[in-house]
């Protein structure tokens, strides 16, 4: 198999296969010569197509895909999506039965996009430059594109922001930088998503004579650790940004998905440190692109808000995401001011024996091959000492954050116990701490019963 993805689109080429929800049901083109897929390539959420007769992996960058004239409301004026980015995420829904090409969804971290065809645009015969077709973008007919504004989403009802869509009230980068320690040479990346500061009436207007609030940073850990925060749409964050007037700063550290096998396995027994080190570089470059002196960052080509505060910085993470969290205000409790986490890691020494993936604990303490998954042994007390000492249990005499931990009580993956244990050092601390327990949830925490109780982690998150 060739691979034909040979650009640098990330830093590095394609990454090999890393399938975000298996292959399309229908996955086959209609006259079999290709294999329509989607992986994580980084950050993003890429498709691609394996031509058969080449043997070639074919990228289909939505940047370069050529607009069609007969498109409508996802398309502006000139047709073109505007400011479409290389590293929007493109998801493979479906093949055309009678047609060369997909059924497609694409979006941004701040624009929910729509549904898209996409259609050989190639004669027979000819080829491209790059590839021996070129492709044509339509809107799928009468599913067209879904225009997300803040009216409709479901904001308090004393803030109003105007019928205006997400992409006129936020902006976002990807950002990248490589390890001082990286023995890959592979970047982490960094989904940065900004509120523009103005200060906006019920009409969309700007109001005068007011100065805009401060700026904070709200720095998202995912959880795993070997999974992807990607450039998708996700409301819940803009919510997050919007009402708290916080910058949000999802970070892929070294481990996550969709950056090669070698990076991926550099994580397991280095759990506390290599992904905590990871979350702080990304943290401190954001920190300093934001206190630059220049209204433009000429390194990410993005305004930079001038009323950065740097004190109001704080982490929302869950379960390895919220394992993380709780290590930042530990370890760099000057940086991190106050945290929200849902169902963490807190002490993998107590958690080992009674989670139904204890060989988690093994492997991200330990390092890979130090889970025997033939028989259920004790944990040796020398294993359990070095668990303890890469959770965050270890450093909790550090903490000043005050934090929500929200729990699922029918968590099986990262038991509530976990949770309970940290509230009750920190309160025995004086640290100003509040726990949720959700009696009929679990890992997620995303039943719809647990929306509609006082608690739900999200705008719990804002009102934190």
């Not at 922001?161 to 490589?178: A, C, I, M, Q, T």
Request: hydrophobic residues 35%.
């Amino acid at each position: 198999m060739n691979n034909e993805t040979t650009t640098t689109l990330h830093g590095f080429s394609f990454p090999g296969f890393w399938f975000p929800s298996g292959l399309p049901e229908k996955c086959w083109n209609f006259d079999d010569s290709k294999i329509w897929f989607t992986s994580f390539w980084g950050s993003t959420v890429s498709s691609f197509y394996l031509d058969l007769e080449s043997g070639k992996i074919i990228h289909m960058n939505p940047s370069n895909i050529i607009t069609s004239s007969t498109t409508t409301s996802a398309m502006t004026e000139n047709n073109k999506i505007e400011n479409l980015s290389p590293y929007a995420s493109l998801m493979v829904i479906t093949s055309l039965p009678n047609s060369n090409g997909v059924l497609a969804k694409w979006s941004t971290p701040t624009d929910p996009g729509g549904i898209v065809l996409i259609k050989s645009a190639t004669s027979s015969g000819s080829t491209s430059e790059s590839t021996s077709e070129s492709w044509k973008w339509f809107n799928a007919p009468s599913l067209g594109r879904q225009v997300v504004t803040c009216a409709n989403m479901n904001m308090d009802n004393d803030v109003e922001y105007g019928d205006r869509p997400l992409n006129e009230l936020f902006v976002w980068k990807l950002l990248s930088l490589v390890p001082p320690d990286s023995e890959t040479n592979i970047p982490i990346e960094g989904i940065l998503i900004v509120p523009k500061q103005t200060n906006n009436n019920k009409d969309g207007k700007e109001a005068e004579g007011e100065e805009s609030k401060s700026l904070g940073l709200i720095v998202v850990p995912h959880g795993g650790p070997h999974s992807t925060s990607s450039t998708s749409f996700l409301s819940s964050y803009l919510f997050l940004a919007k009402e708290t007037n916080c910058a949000i700063l999802h970070v892929n550290y070294r481990g996550s998905i969709g950056f090669g096998s070698q990076d991926l396995n550099s994580l397991p027994g280095k759990v506390g440190t290599q992904d905590v080190a990871d979350m702080v570089l990304m943290t401190n470059h954001v920190i300093s692109l934001f206190s630059t002196s220049n209204s433009t960052s000429s390194s990410t080509n993005m305004m930079i808000p001038s009323n950065f505060n740097k004190n109001h910085i704080g982490v929302v993470g869950g379960s390895h995401g919220g394992f993380l969290g709780a290590h930042l205000i530990g370890q760099h409790h000057d940086l991190f001011k106050v945290s929200a986490l849902r169902n963490p890691v807190i002490n993998m020494a107590s958690m080992c024996g009674i989670s139904d993936i204890p060989d988690w604990c093994s492997i991200e303490a330990l390092g890979i091959g130090q889970y025997d998954f033939d028989q259920f042994n004790a944990v040796p007390p020398e294993s359990l000492k070095i668990m303890f000492e890469k959770s965050p249990i270890a450093h909790v005499d550090k903490v000043k954050a005050p934090t929500l931990i929200a729990l699922g009580a029918k968590d099986r993956r990262v038991p509530s116990s976990q949770g309970v244990e940290y509230y009750h050092i920190l309160k025995a601390r004086g640290i100003q701490t509040r726990l949720l327990v959700y009696p009929e949830d679990c890992h997620p925490i995303d039943k719809p019963a647990s929306e509609v109780v006082d608690g739900c982690p999200y705008p719990r998150n804002k009102s934190w």
